[in-house]
């Protein structure tokens, strides 16, 4: 079998041609001007999933996230987030860059942290400290192996943040791997969280793509700094389209991912050169290779099988399931898992 099955990220799915379809078909106008009617109902759309007010569509989750961080906090105030949350890992520093804030890093459990250890870590009013000014939630978490938070977890936390005057902001690259785990419905989400950020390029496999969801008069503002950061774009609504088809059609079968991922794992449980395999939760698997075992070596000799994974961490790799898996791949996967000789 010769087709390349890529394990890497959820990120590397391409548009199916039913998207593509969708893409050729779109209006488009100029989104400066705020006239591309695919981009504006994309974002209509994204929001009333969630309930919230307005939407602002953007190249990456990156810019989406750092754009509410930059929003929320002031120089001199300070971010309270898990020390694995991409906001603080994946961004290059960015919180820094672009806000100049500091981030103030929790020890949680695969990425979640609990209202209590938020509720420690908000600053007394002291002239030494930066004033907290935001909680950042990633849900799922991409380096906690796709764990999540529940709503009622969710709840208790924006309880903290409200009884302390608190913004709180989502990292909602993988929320609806989490919505669709928990069986909750997006438009709670409006209750807990001031911004919200959505990847449609993860799991929902769209080529290119986030959405920012906050308050309309917070969204006017973010669109103003998305251009300030080179972000303002034309006629944007061919990738918008391949967004709303990815909102309108991709959401309930994550859960073929998560079965998926579950099959791995479950494979790499019995495998003798695996220690550890994080629970699976959603469509992510983390695994540790025994300590003999070079994870080159093994990175290598998946590739000889047209498998493609990466390390994340000493000894540990990463497999992410995707739309564009199939069966057949998922027994190929599991034949070279245990067919590896340590
Ligand atoms: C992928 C990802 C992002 C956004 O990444 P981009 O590559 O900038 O789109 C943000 N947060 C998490 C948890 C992610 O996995």
């Known amino acids: 079998m010769n087709t390349l099955i890529d394990l890497r990220s959820d990120t590397v ?9 969708a893409m050729f078909q779109a209006p488009v106008g100029d989104d400066v001007y705020s006239e591309d009617p695919t981009v504006n109902e994309l974002q209509e759309y994204g929001a009333s999933l969630f309930g919230m007010e307005a939407g602002l569509f953007c190249p990456s989750g990156t810019m989406t996230n750092q754009i509410a961080i930059k929003m929320h906090t002031q120089p001199l105030t300070e ?11 994946y961004e290059v520093g960015g919180i820094a860059f672009n806000s100049a804030a500091s981030v103030k890093l929790i020890e949680g459990v695969r990425g979640r942290m609990s209202p209590e250890q938020i509720e420690a870590a908000i600053n007394p009013d002291n002239i030494h400290y930066p004033v907290t000014s935001l909680v950042s939630l990633e849900n799922t978490s991409n380096k906690g192996g796709g764990s999540y938070y529940t709503g009622a977890e969710i709840a208790a936390i924006s309880e903290v943040c409200r009884r302390n005057n608190l913004p709180l902001h989502l990292d909602g690259a993988r929320v609806f791997n989490a919505l669709v785990a928990t069986g909750e419905k997006p438009q709670d989400y409006s209750r807990y969280f001031n911004t919200i950020s959505v990847c449609l390029s993860k799991g929902l496999g769209a080529p290119v793509g986030s959405l920012l969801l906050g308050p309309k008069r917070m969204i006017e503002q973010a669109k103003r700094v998305r251009k300030a950061l080179g972000g303002g774009w034309r006629q944007a609504g061919f990738l918008a389209a391949a967004g709303l088809y990815a909102l309108q ?5 994550l859960q073929i991912d998560h079965d998926r991922a579950k099959q791995l794992g479950k494979a790499l449980e019995a495998a003798p050169y695996v ?44 497999f992410v399931t995707h739309l564009d898996l199939t069966d057949e791949m998922i027994s190929a996967i599991i034949h070279a898992i245990s067919d590896f000789k340590a």
């Open 275 to 318: 220690t550890e395999v994080l629970s699976v939760e959603t469509n992510i698997v983390i695994f540790t290779l025994a300590p003999e075992i070079n994870p080159d070596g093994f990175i290598n000799y998946l590739e000889t099988q047209n498998i493609l994974a990466t390390t994340f961490g000493p000894q540990q790799i990463r």
């Open 13 to 21: 799915t391409k548009p199916s041609p039913a998207m593509l379809e």
């Open 79 to 89: 971010v309270i987030c898990d020390r694995t949350s991409h906001i603080y890992l």
């Open 249 to 253: 059609n991709n959401i309930q079968r």
